[in-house]
Nanobody, 121 residues
Framework: EVQLVESGGGLVQSGGSLRLSCAAS????????IYWVRQAPGKGLEWVSA????????YYSDSVKGRFTISRDNRKNAVYLQMNSLKPEDTAVYYC??????????????WGKGTLVTISS
């Protein structure tokens, strides 16, 4: 059974940092793209970042570029999102999602339950 479990969310002040983790199991982790997606209160889903199977290719949305860093440890079946210079508009539930294949354009097929990040002004 594919499982993705996010952790690391919490309440921090504007300008602070958080590191989210996503622990994966039930599939061959090292062969899939992994994505971070967020949903702010009352809004739709927003793609945040993506990392390829080997960790050498990363993408970021314009809203987080230069502030967030995605990484992965294939030995630990884990993906991380280091978030710095946080802003109130980063407040959201953050989800990690598994890609359908080793192609960035294949989309996502499994999601975690999310972790809440709240940034106070």
């Amino acid at each position: 059974e594919v499982q993705l479990v996010e952790s690391g969310g919490g309440l921090v002040q504007s300008g602070g940092s958080l590191r989210l983790s996503c622990a994966a199991s039930g599939f061959t982790f090292s062969t899939y793209w992994i994505y971070w997606v967020r949903q702010a209160p009352g809004k739709g889903l927003e793609w945040v970042s993506a990392i390829n199977s080997g960790g050498g290719i990363t993408y970021y949305s314009d809203s987080v570029k230069g502030r967030f860093t995605i990484s992965r440890d294939n030995r630990k079946n884990a993906v991380y999102l280091q978030m710095n210079s946080l802003k109130p508009e980063d407040t959201a539930v953050y989800y990690c999602a598994k890609g359908r294949s080793d192609s960035y354009y294949s989309g996502m097929d499994y999601w975690g339950k999310g972790t809440l990040v709240t940034i106070s002004s």
